[in-house]
């Protein structure tokens, strides 16, 4: 059972691999610094250019993970290829008339899925453009890279997928899909399938799955457990159950409230492997109905439930919701943030691996604008591509500097230098935290005229994109911006010592402060 990761609403001790530095501003050379660009009420759900050769692109992450930084340099991702693993990509020639994406020639198609061709077929039968999204999104931040689609449908296609990536040389590949057969440990097929890939020389960007609110684990033996659901009429639904003990026998079933008041079993899971069973596609109607698991055999168990759309409410278990692949090691695992913030969307699915292993090991920004017919495309999927991206951008970067750019090496920087969020350091839910390009704070010049009601006049420079601009006195705020520049005429100040407080973020986070002590005039 597979599925992609988008959401189904709206919606210390780290070494350097030799040759690694521990700045991304020291790493692609020296920053010529300029006044920050301004984007359009950034921040606010605007509209964000991309680089001047590509001004029709739309990419808000990128310029929140500072990638402006590197296409002011000129670095577009020229020589570099990504491949783009997915069940479908419907709708390519669409993306490709409107602009979205360039010619099919300019690209690598390499479809696996004799049934569903390129268009793919999801678990529940239909074409899917979902792989169409990730290319855009990848195209979007490193528009000069190759980008290379590979369409898969079964786990035997997804194996031959990540071998044929890794024996073509592809250095970079995208895989914002999930399987939710166990086992959850890195050590499942799609999981060594990623490893070997990694081994061969692949960086392995997979999301980290969307599962924190469709993922329950616990024991019901003896006896069963019930989990109430609230499907929207029409939904498919799809469930799979799985444990680690050998000897255990356990089901799902979908039951539904008859007219009468009795519960009615509509549907059963069977036998999906020797420690697992799933559900066959269900749609959902107007009728109450609720999951009832039950273990039949065996020594009391520890029972893992997936959901593939639905959630479950309270009695949902985000700890531990990663499934595979995004458990390998070899993969550099992504979490999601949405783009304007730094909260952790809620459907992230978190860490630890069922081996006690910490991922994620990453976030990076979603619900982005990509293509205007699909507005706010999200997930932990957009979130993955993102990343993606950005390593091209970064391994562009690395080789015209003559520096190294292995796998390892790109995995370290992204994770040393990415904004720290939630729980400081690494953590289970953010990993290091979001990915970024730019990892410098911008410059701050203030100046304070003198006189009764003195004149603070500030300048701020950055090689990206300032985000916020703000001046505050003893604590309280006097003016934020959205601008470089700025200035705010002080009140008169009290007999005393005050205290001036400037501070400039970037939107890549990179936070520079200045502070001042000013005295009141005697009176």
């Known amino acids: 059972m597979a599925g992609p990761d988008r ?31 301004v984007v359009a009420a950034a921040l606010l759900g605007a509209t964000v250019l991309a680089p001047p ?30 491949a783009i693993l997915d069940e479908g990509f419907a709708g390519l ?49 490193a528009p000069e890279a190759r980008l290379v689609l590979v369409g898969y449908r079964t786990i035997e296609q997804f194996e031959h997928a990540a071998a044929w990536i890794a024996a073509h040389g592809i250095p970079i590949a995208s895989h914002s899909n999930s399987f939710l057969t166990p086992p959850f440990d890195g050590t499942g097929r799609a999981a060594r399938a990623v490893d070997a890939a990694a081994a061969a020389g692949v960086l392995w960007v997979n999301s980290v799955g969307n599962y924190a609110q469709r993922h329950w684990r616990g024991t019901v033996a003896p006896g069963v457990g019930v989990i109430p659901i609230s499907p929207t009429p029409g939904t498919p639904l799809l469930f799979s159950l799985s444990w680690a003990v050998p000897g255990v026998s356990a089901s799902v079933a ?15 899971s069977s036998p999906s492997g020797p420690t697992s069973q799933s559900t066959s596609p269900l749609m959902a109607d107007a009728s109450p109905s609720r999951l009832v698991v039950r273990q039949e055999a065996g020594a009391p168990a520890v029972l893992t439930l997936f959901s593939q759309t639905v959630g479950f409410g309270p009695l949902a278990v985000a700890d531990g919701s990663i499934p595979t692949p995004g458990d390998a090691a070899g993969a550099l695992t992504v979490g999601a943030v949405k783009w304007t913030g730094t909260s952790v969307e809620p459907y992230s699915s978190q860490g630890a691996t069922d ?53 390892a090496d790109l995995r370290f920087l992204l994770t040393r230098t990415a904004l720290d969020l939630g729980a400081r350091g690494p953590d289970p839910v953010y990993g290091a935290g979001q990915a970024r390009l730019d990892a410098a704070a911008p410059r701050l010049l203030v100046r304070v005229a003198p006189g009764r ?59 520079r402060v200045r502070t001042r002590t000013l005295r009141g005039a005697r009176r």
């Not at 189904?8 to 300029?34: C, K």
């Not at 010619?103 to 239909?126: N, Q, S, Y």
């Open 254 to 268: 979908v039951e539904r409230l008859a007219p009468g008041g009795a519960w009615i079993e509509v549907q059963r």
């Open 93 to 141: 020639d669409r993306s490709i008339a409107l602009g979205e994406l360039p010619p099919r020639e300019a690209m690598t198609i390499h479809a696996l899925d004799p049934v569903g061709g390129l268009d793919g077929r999801t678990e529940f039968g239909i074409p899917t453009q979902h792989g169409v999204r990730m290319a855009e999104l990848v195209h979007d931040i």
């Open 53 to 82: 050769a590509h001004s029709a692109l739309i990419s808000q992450g990128g310029v929140r993970m500072g990638a402006d930084v590197l296409w002011s340099k000129g670095i577009l991702g020229q020589g570099q290829s990504v």
């Open 7 to 37: 959401p189904r609403h709206p919606t210390p001790g780290a070494r350097a691999p030799a040759g690694v530095d521990s700045a991304l501003g020291r790493l692609i050379g020296s920053r010529a610094v300029r006044t920050g660009h």
């Open 453 to 511: 009601r003195r004149v603070v006049r500030v300048r701020s420079r950055d090689e990206g994109t300032i985000r916020l601009v703000r001046i505050s006195l003893d604590g309280r705020s006097l003016r934020a911006v959205r601008r470089p520049a700025t200035g705010v005429r002080l009140p008169v100040l009290r007999r005393g010592r005050h205290r001036l407080t400037v501070s400039v973020e970037d939107m890549a986070g990179n936070v």
């Open 355 to 407: 081996d006690g292993r910490p991922k994620p090991d990453l976030v990076g920004p979603t619900y982005v604008t990509s293509n205007p017919e699909w507005p706010g495309t999200a997930g932990t999927s957009a979130a993955t591509a993102h990343v993606a991206a950005a390593a091209a951008l970064l391994r562009q970067a690395r080789l015209a500097s003559g520096r190294s750019a292995r796998p």
